[in-house]
């Protein structure tokens, strides 16, 4: 996982050149260097950079040094003080609406009036590229405050238009829950948090989580969560194969991991279209030696009748036997043909 501080830009590295790439990626330098070796010593002629043995210094020459390597450019699109002061779409009302933040904040009413909103920014906003048009897109977490008791946190994912951030979508986190980290990984966003469990008061959230997001037809999907033991253990599954758009006819063999077996050795398999409806679902069986241990499954999937070119989602789930709740979770995109 990227260990980041979500408030600040992508990284870069400086790059990392050797003697002999230098000197082959700055001809001119070469040639001087040739001029003047060949100006003190006999005619024979020096040899090609090519010949350069790998880490061999460069004559010491006072007056002529390779120019340092230069930092990689950041990339466009936006930033965190554009989010603090963008548009923001309401996630807890029924009805579309819009405001306008200033410094991360919008307010309108008193506490106790029907009509009190107080919106904020949590300080957890991550720059970085979702949809891989080569600019930063922004992820913050904002808080929506009605004077209930309740504050209620969305993850809001902002597009760069015109270099002005463009609110596209955001999805529902929790009530009060604990923000532990926010990134971006492989054109996803990772979040790490503490929400609450089906057995838990709305004061006190226990529940340690870990999830992605990917955006898929301008909405953020759930593709993959992580929950754990009492022991600190990650609850997590792998799906192997298929991987992510490979082609399916009537039927696909999924194959994977968990990290920790499921109540009874079962998973749990559904299937759904683009839109969220489900298809389809069904148990899907683990191996493992031990209880509670690592396993794996290897099971094939009837798709039924799906229209040729649709793509589908699988996802493989490990359901509490307890309350229904949600333990762990991975998914994968496919195109039927």
Not at 20 to 41: D, Q, Y
Not at 258 to 284: C, M
Request: net charge negative; hydrophobic share 40%.
């Amino acid at each position: 996982m990227d260990s980041r501080n979500p408030l600040m830009d992508c990284h870069y590295e400086e790059p990392r050149v050797s003697n002999s790439e230098w000197r082959r990626g700055n001809p001119s330098v070469f040639f001087i260097i040739a001029f003047l070796v060949t100006g003190c010593t006999s005619a024979s002629p020096s040899p090609a950079p090519d010949s350069v043995i790998e880490g061999t210094a460069l004559p010491e020459l006072p007056f002529l040094s390779p120019a340092p390597p230069t930092k990689a450019p950041p990339i466009p699109g936006l930033s965190a003080e554009q989010i603090r002061n963008g548009p923001y779409q309401l996630g807890f009302t029924d009805a579309l609406r819009i405001v306008q933040l200033s410094n991360g904040r919008y307010q309108e009413g008193v506490p106790g009036d029907g009509n009190y909103v107080e919106i904020h920014v949590t300080d957890f906003i991550a720059l970085g590229d979702i949809n891989g048009d080569g600019l930063n897109e922004a992820a913050a977490l904002v808080a929506e405050d009605y004077g209930g008791t309740g504050v209620f946190v969305f993850l809001a994912l902002y597009v760069a238009k015109a270099g002005e951030p463009e609110f596209l979508t955001s999805v529902f986190i929790d009530d009060r829950p604990v923000i532990e980290s926010l990134g971006f990984e492989e054109n996803q966003i990772f979040l790490g948090s503490i929400t609450h469990d089906a057995d838990d008061p709305f004061c006190c959230a226990t529940l340690k989580n870990e999830r992605h997001y990917r955006l898929i037809d301008n909405h953020l999907k759930l593709t993959d969560y992580t929950t754990f033991t009492p022991q600190g253990k990650p609850r997590t599954i792998s799906i192997e194969s298929p991987v992510l758009g490979a082609e399916v006819f009537r039927s696909v063999q999924v194959k994977g991991t968990v990290s920790v077996a499921p109540f009874e050795n079962n998973l749990v398999y559904r299937i759904y279209d683009l839109g969220a409806v489900e298809l389809s679902a069904g148990a899907l069986m683990v191996t493992a030696s031990e209880l509670g241990g690592p396993g794996t499954f290897d099971t094939r999937i009837s798709l039924g009748i799906i229209l040729s070119g649709a793509v589908i989602r699988i996802e493989v789930q490990d359901v509490s036997a307890a309350d229904g709740s949600l333990l762990a979770m991975d998914s994968v995109e496919l195109v039927v043909k």
